[in-house]
């Protein structure tokens, strides 16, 4: 069956050092996501990813977030600077179509501690 | 803007026990409204949803209805297993943000003990 994959499973870094988060959407899958759930907090919206271009973003995808799709199978999420409060589990995500239509398929989720 | 809550957890029950996890939400328009659920060390998975007021949606024994007049959308399953346990999230997308984001609850750790 089909699957999101995310690597690294758990990474530990600096507080201001750059981290780059990989996942490898499905393969037939157009839209792509990530999501963060800091501990003990609700899963959020970072930014969805459609058509080699951002389409959506929320406020806390600042200037320190970047995504990209380098080739035809990964999509990759960027911090530059990491900060303490950037401490979270991050999910990518992928789906056929729009959220409102079908079902997102997640990843086992990235987490990321910065000390 | 979007918003969902969730009854507070965790949540503890015996197999065969009657579950209901509640849901409520805030939005304008016609959201479309899910269940997700989170097996340990697994990623989220769709488990149920409803696109419009009054659908039922169902699956593995999990039902929940889009009641627009309480703005609800609780979980219910008549006998639970052990193999449930997990963390349930419910979500929602659309209503006055585009489609492409789901916001979630805070998530509800189910436990069904033997």
């Known amino acids: 069956e089909p699957e999101v994959t995310q690597t690294p499973s758990h990474q530990v870094t600096q507080m201001g050092q750059e981290v780059i988060l990989r996942c490898v959407p499905i393969?037939?899958?157009?839209?792509f996501y990530w999501y963060r759930q800091i501990l003990g907090q609700k899963v959020e919206f970072l930014v969805s990813?459609?058509?080699?271009?951002?389409?959506?973003k929320s406020e806390i995808f600042d200037d320190q977030f970047s995504v990209e799709r380098p080739d035809g199978s990964n999509f990759t999420l960027k911090i530059r600077s990491t900060k303490l409060e950037d401490s979270a589990m991050y999910f990518c995500?992928?789906?056929?179509?729009?959220?409102?239509?079908?079902?997102?398929?997640f990843g086992e989720g990235s987490r990321l501690t910065v000390l | 803007g979007n918003s969902v809550t969730q009854m507070e957890g965790p949540v503890t029950l015996s197999e065969e026990a009657f579950l209901t996890i509640n849901c409520t939400y805030t939005?304008?328009?016609?959201?479309?409204l899910f269940w997700y659920v989170q097996y340990p060390g697994e990623g989220l998975q769709l488990l149920l949803k409803?696109?419009?007021?009054?659908d039922k949606g169902s699956n593995k024994g999990f039902e929940a209805t889009y009641r627009k007049e309480t703005t609800s959308f609780h979980l219910e399953k008549g006998s639970v297993q052990v193999s449930d346990s997990a963390v349930y999230f419910c979500?929602?997308?659309?209503?006055?943000?585009?489609?492409?984001?789901?916001?979630f609850g805070e998530g509800t750790q189910l436990t069904v003990n033997p």
């Open positions: 995500a992928s789906s056929p179509g729009l959220v409102g239509t079908g079902e997102l398929f």
């Open positions: 393969s037939n899958h157009l839209y």
């Open positions: 990813f459609y058509n080699n271009e951002i389409s959506e």
């Open positions: 939005a304008t328009g016609y959201p479309s």
């Open positions: 409803a696109t419009k007021a009054d």
């Open positions: 979500a929602l997308s659309g209503g006055e943000t585009s489609g492409s984001r789901l916001t």
